[in-house]
């Protein structure tokens, strides 16, 4: 267990629709990332907060945005779904003592778009 | 932002070595390397993180050489077990704390197949 939560584990959408992905970091991490993974594909880095602020952005779609709240926990909005969306987001967390540069990721939600 | 190349895929038998090796030219002063091994449907999981020489730990070995432009993963006798596939990471240090972000991205990793 990594000790990042990612909520749901599993999420059905139309296209069009609008999701909300959830994410709580490991206790102490102050950076969150977010990564999105198509069926066979690598890992896209999407964008990255430390401590509620926006820090880095990879290649994060328009329709995409994400925020960090005071509680340290972030949400992955996707919005105007498109088939191509369908995909496994993670969600990594790090900042913590020695472990500055370790991320640690959640087991990810598998969004698929209908 | 380091690049990295690896091998696409890797095939060997349970009980052998199997060493992987990561090409990182441009390597900064500042960054680690670090290794992650994914299994399908699952968020990938950190192995070992070195800066130069050589790391040890339970379940593999980092070499790294002198000039760093390039380092090595190394699993003991696999097992079937051990199929996954492995990425190679280089980041800086600060990374999450610093202001310009760390757009920590991976590359296409490596596929390892352990055959019985």
């Known amino acids: 267990d990594s000790g990042v939560t990612q909520t749901p584990k599993h999420l059905i959408t139309a296209t069009g629709q609008r999701v909300t992905l959830r994410c709580s970091p490991r206790?102490?991490?102050?950076?969150v990332y977010w990564y999105q993974q198509s069926l066979d594909q690598g890992l896209q880095f999407l964008i990255q907060y430390y401590n509620g602020e926006e820090r880095a952005k990879g290649n994060i779609l328009e329709r995409f945005s994400a925020q960090q709240f005071p509680d340290l926990h972030s949400e992955l909005n996707l919005s105007s779904l498109e088939l191509g969306d369908s995909a496994l987001y993670f969600c990594?967390?790090?900042?913590?003592?020695?472990?500055?540069?370790?991320?640690?990721f959640g087991s990810g939600t598998q969004l698929s778009v209908l | 932002l380091a690049k990295t190349t690896q091998p696409i895929s890797m095939d060997s038998y349970e009980g052998q070595e199997v060493n992987i090796t990561c090409s990182h030219n441009?390597?900064?002063?500042?960054?680690?390397i670090t290794w992650y091994q994914q299994f399908p449907s699952q968020g990938p999981r950190f192995i070992i993180q070195g800066y130069k020489t050589k790391v040890t730990n339970e379940v593999a070995s980092l070499f790294i050489p002198a000039d760093r432009k390039s380092s090595t993963l190394s699993l003991p006798r696999v097992s079937l077990s051990d199929t996954a596939v492995y990425y190679c990471l280089v980041g800086d240090a600060r990374g999450p704390i610093k202001a310009a972000g760390n757009k920590l991205t991976f590359g296409g990793g490596t596929r390892v197949l352990v055959k019985p």
């Open positions: 206790s102490g991490d102050l950076s």
């Open positions: 441009n390597i900064a002063t500042n960054d680690y």
């Open positions: 990594a967390s790090s900042g913590s003592g020695t472990d500055n540069e370790k991320l640690f």
